[in-house]
């Protein structure tokens, strides 16, 4: 019994705030200073959009049988994609009628545009529960390796209780939050709010990230430990958070692959999410390993 709370206790720690302003002093080491806002940027902004926009037109594409009711509204956006199709398999592909075209998996498509897979798995690390690795390919320093999903609370919104028990709760440098649970409470507010602001065919968001299966194969950053405390170097935080606003040209196609969504929907500000950029190499069998939290000066 006592075992099994301490093992909670250590998962909840790093995201309980009285325990993070007694152990600021005591556990530098498992901190990172970012001294100006600005300055909380591994990569920029641009390079973000363009990872992003790059895996997302290939799970568009490799997925465009489906995509019939959005491509009917948008005769520019269907000539582009079939022309990048063509470019990509124009022997098998059918104008008429493409039911036919090659569906791989979301990790097969990863893998094809970025270079890398990663997936859930048992941690490395003792009683850690679920971790993330790279299951292919080799990942680059100042590379987006990963995404946190979940419904963005700004300052005063209601989250108490869907943060009771509840360690997948991320903040932001200016105090917006992420909640990125996939059960329970959390888990409902997100699937309300996505079904909430769905234009039409049009999806605002990503709803698969809370299913064992999610079309953005990115969308496991939640799920990546910290083991800021460890001793053992290997096991060092080869990962950090950086947080984007989606801009508001982003293609609106590809917002279906989009993991976060605002809890209000009549607020009107960019779309904030937190991606997880590589500070280091990371090579193929490698666990993810992150900070939980960030102190600014």
């Known amino acids: 019994m006592l075992g099994a709370i301490r093992r909670r206790w250590d998962a909840y720690k790093y995201r309980f705030v009285p325990w993070l302003a ?23 902004d641009e390079d973000v959009f363009e990872t992003l926009l790059k895996l997302f037109k290939a799970l ?12 009917s509204l948008l005769p520019e956006v269907k000539c582009k994609y079939l022309g990048l199709l063509t470019e990509q398999k124009p022997s098998k592909l059918n104008f008429c009628d493409h039911q036919g075209q090659d569906v791989f998996s979301p990790e097969e498509v ?8 990663i997936t859930r798995d048992q941690s490395s690390l003792v009683s850690a529960g679920t971790g993330v690795f790279v299951t292919k390919g080799f990942v680059p320093k100042g590379t987006v390796v990963a995404m946190y999903p979940g419904t963005v ?8 209780f869907q943060s009771l028990g509840n360690p997948f709760i991320f903040r932001c440098i200016d105090g917006v939050l992420i ?42 950053g939640q ?15 080869n990962v950090c958070y950086q947080e984007f606003d ?18 209000s929907h009549d607020i009107e500000s960019l779309l904030r ?13 490698e666990e993810l390993f992150s900070n939980y939290y960030t102190v600014i000066n």
């Open 110 to 117: 990863l893998v094809d545009a970025l270079g890398f897979s």
């Open 22 to 44: 007694l152990n600021l002093r005591r556990k530098r080491r498992t901190l990172r200073y970012v001294p100006e806002s600005s300055q909380d940027k591994i990569i920029s």
């Open 60 to 71: 568009f594409i490799n997925d465009l049988s489906r995509q019939e009711h959005i491509l």
């Open 246 to 263: 989606v801009p508001e040209y982003f293609p609106v196609e590809l917002k279906q692959y989009l993991p976060n969504i605002v809890y």
């Open 223 to 237: 799920y990546v430990n910290n083991c800021s405390h460890g001793e053992l170097l290997e096991k060092a935080a």
């Open 179 to 220: 909640d990125g649970n996939d059960k329970g409470l959390s888990r409902s507010v997100y699937r309300s709010c996505s079904r909430r602001d769905q234009l039409g065919p049009f999806q605002m968001s990503d709803e698969s990230w809370l299913t064992a299966a999610p079309q953005n194969p990115l969308a496991v």
């Open 153 to 160: 609370y700004r300052k005063h919104e209601p989250i108490f």
């Open 273 to 285: 999410c937190v991606v997880l950029v590589t500070l280091r190499d990371i090579k193929q069998g």
